[in-house]
């Protein structure tokens, strides 16, 4: 080797490598630098830079060209995006465009993909609720899946730990099925979730009304201050970038706190094309990238990666890692890899309308609503599907302006306000069970435009989630009901899996390693240095937001890696 490929080869070499600038890459990246590493991180999109690079944060309806809503030639050419609330011409610019990315759907399925620095901790509706004992003792308690390797009291002090620095709004509600966090001043319930919370409480004992928990600064702290992160504004345009840093995303938090240490570089436009594996050292020793603008690969070497490149993304990237150690998949020694995908069921709402307090309206804006959390099966099986559900809730008044006339007059119709009823609503977060039939895999014959086999996708649905429906509208029916509301009505909308946001398994964590990928430490069990920490490494879904979890696994996991490697274990 010539003394240029030896000082090539030095300077892409790193002490570790981060696969993914989103929730999860950004805590790991984090974690690693605080700690001293000399850390690579790798983004397969373009650089955002907070504040500078959210071109409409700051725009007002009449500024956008169609009025936040996008053109048809744009829906029609972007379907599955399209199909996300969040996809409209303020935040488009954050979405990954359809016929850019593609993937193969051998069952409906909506792959919501933000590529760019950030991930879609740009996009996230911000929710982080713990998971609780019952969460992480379901599977062995009900026996699907695997057992996790962990419990709460495991990750508990990583959940604080990655609350504080995040900045979470929430009440100190008590309830053991969702733990308490290290809560910033809570949002306020308006007078009509008040109204339901008291008919709640006084009908069943089991089930409560509580304000969101949410990644919103409502009472700065020193440490949001550190970061340049002030005070939430409740503007409610959160998915267009906050230019105030009032909600929590690796571009307004981690990523700047990162490179503030000088041990971070970032490489947006870098594609993995699949991780190096070693036979002689047994061990992954680097990744390959291919640059997304001039299709060429370049090798990156390091002692440890973090693999963050989001759930099915990191499926894809550990099944294109073969070796001839690793022949279907780096450290897939079970058969276990891409298998057992699941997600969250938010098929059904329940709608209704309140003729109470009609001489009370909400005034301004709440980045937040009200939460249900789970109380179907919770101490016991009782129902004829497992698991459970959670759901939202919230309120408004409806309120009708005349539209009538011209010029002075229209504007002063406009101006007079009148209210009605109120609107009630809730949604469901339900729980769904992990199954070998539910997978990813590569398609060989079929390659995306970097070259790399595209992905297959097979998930659905099934009975259990057909009950859990059911169950579902039954019981907020009737809540709704037995609380005064009128017009109370249900809805299936029949999305597809994956439009909730939060696929989760492929490379789940468990105790065996001829049944599970990850070890207790996130490490995978055949390949000790690869760490996966992102929606992949799920054993099961619960019903909570699955992203403060994702944070704390990082968190928990980049600072066991670097005990490790200090102790020259990796």
Not at 287 to 297: L, Q
Not at 303 to 317: E, P, Q
Not at 453 to 468: F, G, T
């Amino acid at each position: 080797m010539s003394y240029f490929n030896i000082d090539s080869k030095k300077a892409r070499t790193y002490d570790a490598i981060v696969i993914g600038s989103g929730i999860s890459g950004g805590w790991s990246a984090k974690e690693l630098t605080e700690k001293g590493l000399k850390t690579l991180v790798l983004e397969r999109g373009r650089d955002v830079q907070h504040i500078k690079d959210y071109p409409t944060s700051n725009m007002m309806p009449w500024e956008f060209e169609h009025r936040e809503r996008l053109p048809l030639a744009v829906t029609e050419a972007n379907p599955i995006a399209s199909r996300c609330y969040n996809f409209k011409e303020s935040s488009a610019h954050f979405f990954a465009k359809d016929n850019e990315h593609p993937y193969i759907q051998e069952k409906p399925f909506d792959w919501i993909r933000g590529y760019q620095v950030g991930g879609k901790s740009l996009l996230w509706a911000r929710q982080t609720q713990r998971w609780s004992k019952y969460d992480f003792d379901g599977p062995a308690r009900d026996k699907f899946a695997v057992e996790w390797p962990i419990g709460y009291d495991d990750i508990a002090p990583w959940y604080s730990h990655v609350e504080k620095f995040a900045g979470i709004t929430g009440n100190k509600d008590g309830l053991d099925m969702l733990p308490d966090g290290e809560f910033l001043v809570p949002h306020d319930l308006n007078c009509v979730e008040k109204y339901f919370k008291e008919q709640v409480g006084k009908q069943y004992k089991d089930r409560h009304i509580i304000i969101g928990r949410a990644a919103h600064i409502t009472d700065p702290q020193q440490i949001h201050l550190d970061q340049g992160r002030a005070k939430c504004q409740h503007r409610v345009m959160c998915e267009r970038g906050c230019p105030f840093g009032g909600y929590f995303s690796s571009n307004a938090s981690t990523l700047p706190w990162a490179m503030k240490t000088g041990n971070m570089t970032l490489r947006p436009h870098s594609v993995v094309h699949s991780i190096i594996y070693d036979d002689k050292k047994k061990k992954a020793t680097g990744v390959r990238v291919i640059d997304a603008n001039t299709k060429e690969m370049t090798e990156f070497y390091a002692n440890i990666i973090f693999v963050n490149a989001a759930a099915l993304n990191s499926n894809l990237i550990l099944l294109n890692s073969t070796s001839s150690r690793f022949p279907n998949g780096l450290g897939n020694d079970s058969g276990v890899l891409g298998k057992y995908v699941a997600f969250h069921n938010y098929r059904a709402s329940v709608s209704g309308q309140y003729e109470g307090f009609l001489d009370s309206k909400t005034d301004g804006r709440r980045p937040n609503g009200g939460y249900i959390p789970r109380f179907r099966n919770v101490y016991k099986q009782e129902t004829d599907f497992l698991r459970g559900y959670a759901a939202g809730f919230s309120a408004n008044r409806q309120t009708y302006s005349d539209r009538s006339g011209l010029g002075k007059s229209l504007k002063e119709s406009l101006a007079q306000t009148t209210y009605g009823n109120w609107n009630v609503g809730s949604h469901m977060m339900g729980e769904t069970i992990p199954k070998e039939t539910n997978y990813v895999a590569l398609d060989q014959s079929q390659k995306d435009p970097f070259g790399i086999p595209m992905l297959k996708i097979n998930v659905d649905y099934d009975d259990n989630d057909e009950k859990m429906i059911k169950d579902y509208i039954e019981q907020m029916s009737e809540m709704f009901t037995n609380a005064g509301f009128k017009n109370v009505r249900s809805h299936d909308g029949h999305r597809n899996p994956g439009n909730d946001i939060h696929e989760m398994g492929g490379v789940r964590m468990g105790k065996d390693p001829k049944t599970s990928m990850l070890n207790e430490w996130s490490q995978l069990h055949a390949c000790k240095n690869v760490f996966v920490t992102d929606g992949a490494s799920m054993t099961s879904t619960s019903t909570q937001n699955p992203s403060l979890t994702y944070m704390a696994l990082s968190a928990r996991a980049a600072n066991h890696a670097v005990k490790e490697l200090k102790a020259k274990n990796l």
